[in-house]
């Protein structure tokens, strides 16, 4: 029986070092945003942003700015170049902004978000669209 048991806790330090291990090599990028923002529908306070990506085909981002936070899935962007700089990119349109891009320093790839419904009523009003990079780090 004893025998038994210490395999058992064997494979699970084995199973839950593994799990640490995968979750240490997820994608984390953090910024301090200085306004509230809208990404994938939802309203997110000013504060650290932090954007974690995961899963391996498909990926989806885990958004956390305040107190809330929001799954979304974005659509991929692939450059020729690697990004030089880690940078979320939002629209503004008056005093909302719309998560719009975010690029990691060193990748090829981004993530961009479409335009959302209210957006295009902004535009619709013609509301004045501005870009605003924000820098971010990957620690």
Excluded at 38 to 54: D, E, F, L, R, S
Excluded at 65 to 88: C, D, K, M
Aim: net charge positive.
């Amino acid at each position: 029986m004893k025998k038994h048991a210490a395999t058992l806790l064997i494979l699970m330090l084995a199973g839950l070092t593994g799990l640490v291990n995968a979750q240490a090599i997820r994608p984390r990028i953090t910024a301090q945003v200085p306004f509230g923002f809208i990404a994938n529908g939802k309203t997110m306070p000013a504060g650290k942003c932090t954007i974690i990506v995961q899963g391996d085909g498909v990926k989806t981002l885990w958004i956390t700015s305040g107190n809330e936070n929001l799954i979304a899935i974005p659509l991929a962007t692939q450059s020729v170049t690697p990004n030089e700089r880690t940078v979320l990119a939002f629209r503004r349109y008056g005093d909302r902004y719309f998560l719009a891009s975010i690029s990691s320093r060193g990748e090829k790839s981004g993530y961009e978000f479409p335009v959302q419904q209210m957006e295009t009523e902004l535009r619709a009003k013609n509301v004045t669209e501005t870009d605003v990079l924000l820098l971010a780090s990957r620690p």
